[in-house]
């Protein structure tokens, strides 16, 4: 008879509190037929040479999807969502591209990450090259006034890079980043906090820590960052350049061992950019990302099932797809939604055609890709979203979210035409029906 004990998560505690995180809501595979997704792609922006690293997020309530972006030709933050009237781009002009727009000699925008209140409301963190360091507009939190480009970070001799932003409990905002100590030439995950006044960054308005030193090659410091209430949860490349996670919980990092680092996935090379989703609905944990030229996904799992991860931490990884020669390659991207209790992964494959093309990768039984069952069958479906034989390179920087209808909707940069493109499902998958779930936080 197997002892009751917690599995990996569970074992988070936070004064006394267990932080109750199970492999619930993930399957090996899922027993729907094959089924191949239907979508509708729109070119958004192509003014200029505009759509850099894009951020989308989709509005609560009206589920209107909205993009943050970078006009690689003005060096200038844009924002791109849809309007009735009076619009200035994508198809018909029914989408403004515009409004953030002002005179100005500063290049800023790179690395935006856009997210939603519960409110409605927005609020973005990007990176600001002219000066060096990350910057919030929009608002910062329900009791907070709207903030007009001012810094996150405090001015200093550092650069900062790959900003991750989200609304915690009581919308209040947080942000996961990468900074570089010129001084030092050492890199850091740095998380910030609003906290509205006596903050010790952004002339008082945020609290920012550093966590942990990591790899600093190519100044490419990815990391991904989710929230359970205001919990953090950062997933990041660590000094070895392996897979780590850092959680905001008593530990071994952070000033004063305030965060708990643990190694997730030590046996490839994180060469690409990462994504992570939490639901906690559902008792939802994953993490997408390019590592040793491939598509990975890591979720935790029951004590003694995983192949990776650290003691009380277990995870299973996986490789789904081959996405081609990445190394380093901070063009290569991963986005992770949460789909009929599955993950999706939006991703950019240099290996699929003779150009670079968007692909989603989703469990499915007799798939095409991912580990074998035990009937050696694939348990994952990988396909194109948006790609060809002639030669265009796009798909690069993804962003997915998933619509309260069950539709995927993507945001990525198309690098041959210098273009923002937007792409959304025509139809909702049929829900998966789950062979296998983990789901007690307590096994008998």
């Known amino acids: 008879m197997r002892h009751n004990h917690l599995i990996g998560f569970g074992l988070l505690m936070l004064l006394g509190i267990f ?76 989408w403004s591209c515009n409004s953030l727009y002002h005179q100005n000699n500063t290049d800023f ?38 903030i007009y480009f001012a810094p996150i970070e405090q001015p200093a001799n550092s650069i900062t890079v790959f900003n991750n932003m989200r609304y915690g409990a009581n919308d209040v905002s947080h942000v996961s980043y990468g900074l570089v100590d010129v001084n030092q030439t050492k890199g850091y995950i740095k998380h910030a906090r609003y906290v509205g006044q006596f903050g010790n960054c ?35 490349r660590d000094i070895n350049n392996h897979l780590s996670m850092a959680v905001n919980v008593i530990g071994n990092c952070g000033t004063s061992n305030d965060w708990n680092c643990l190694e997730v996935d030590t046996n490839i ?17 994953g993490v997408a990302y390019i590592g040793n030229s491939s598509l990975r996904y890591a979720y935790p799992v029951p004590e003694g099932e995983g192949n990776c991860g650290s ?33 999706v992964i939006a991703y950019t494959d240099t290996n699929d055609r003779t150009s670079t093309v968007l ?6 039984a007799d798939g095409n890709c991912g580990p074998l069952d035990l009937s050696f069958r694939h348990t994952w479906r ?51 029906d789950p062979l296998s779930v983990y789901v007690p936080l307590i096994l008998r």
């Open 19 to 94: 932080i109750p995180f199970s492999a619930s809501g993930h399957t090996e595979v899922a027993a729907a037929a094959p089924y191949s997704l239907t979508w509708q792609i729109d070119v958004i922006d192509a003014t200029n040479n505009v759509g850099l690293t894009p951020s989308l997020a989709l509005q609560p309530g009206t589920g209107k999807p909205y993009i943050s972006y970078y006009d690689n030709t003005l060096d200038d933050l844009k924002l791109a969502f849809p309007v009735t009237n009076g619009g200035d781009c994508g198809p018909g002009n029914h």
């Open 109 to 146: 925008g790179l690395g935006s990450s856009l997210a939603f209140n519960s409110l409605g409301q927005w609020g973005m963190a990007y990176q600001n090259v002219t000066s060096g360091l990350n910057e919030f507009r929009g608002i910062p939190s329900a009791s907070g006034g709207e």
């Open 202 to 236: 952004g002339y008082g308005l945020w609290r920012c820590e550093s966590i942990v030193q990591t790899s600093l090659t190519g100044f490419a410091m990815y990391n991904s960052l989710t929230l359970y209430g205001n919990l953090p949860y950062i997933f990041y």
């Open 311 to 343: 003691t009380f931490y277990e995870f299973r990884c996986l490789t789904i797809d081959s996405v081609g020669n990445a190394d380093n390659n901070m063009w290569m991207a991963t986005s992770l939604g949460y789909l009929n209790g599955q993950p």
């Open 269 to 285: 090379t994180v060469n690409g950019q990462i994504s992570t989703y939490l639901n906690a609905d559902d008792d939802f944990l």
């Open 382 to 432: 990988c396909e194109v979203v948006d790609g060809s034989a002639n030669g265009n390179d796009l798909g690069y920087f993804p962003s997915l979210q998933v619509d309260a209808q069950d539709n995927i909707h993507i945001a990525y940069y198309d690098f041959t035409a210098g273009n923002l493109k937007y792409a959304v499902t025509t139809e909702p998958p049929p829900p998966f």
């Open 359 to 364: 692909k989603v990768a989703y469990p499915q």
